[in-house]
């Protein structure tokens, strides 16, 4: 299992499907970088948190959040911890009164609950090692992390907070 950093949200042309690129912290030149698809209202969830956007009324991993911690509940890391048929599977990990709970979870609603939180996100080593790509060698796109994060910041300046109001 290794620690990751997640590098941002991008969206995937031609299909217009947004991911959340996560790589290796402590991969040095040779880490790696693994793409999670997610939903389109995960991937805005998570770009807002990064971005510091706040939001006129909490957001559902705002309010996962505030409950978690109204109720002494520590979130001590999120795990991608396995991948099939495309579909991959997480767990929160919690610990509450000292007594650690597993929780499993989408990959995106984890990873939306670990922005807010600050906690540490990993991933499997056979995770890793199915889909992982190596920094500097191209995704199948084309695009660079880097421009990836932009696209999806330019997704991005299109909708408001609004949109997310009843």
Sequence with gaps: MQEMDLLG???EMPANAPMVLLRERDGGDHARTVPIFIGAPEATAIALALDGVATPRPMTHDL???????LSVDVDRIVVTDLHDKTFFAELHLITDGAPT???CRPSDGLALAVRTGTPIYVSDAVIAEVGFVDGAEPESGDQPEEMVEEFKEFLDTISPEDFED
């Design 9 to 11: 949200v991008r969206v």
């Design 64 to 70: 996962l959040r505030d409950m978690l911690e109204s």
């Design 102 to 104: 597993v929780v499993s």
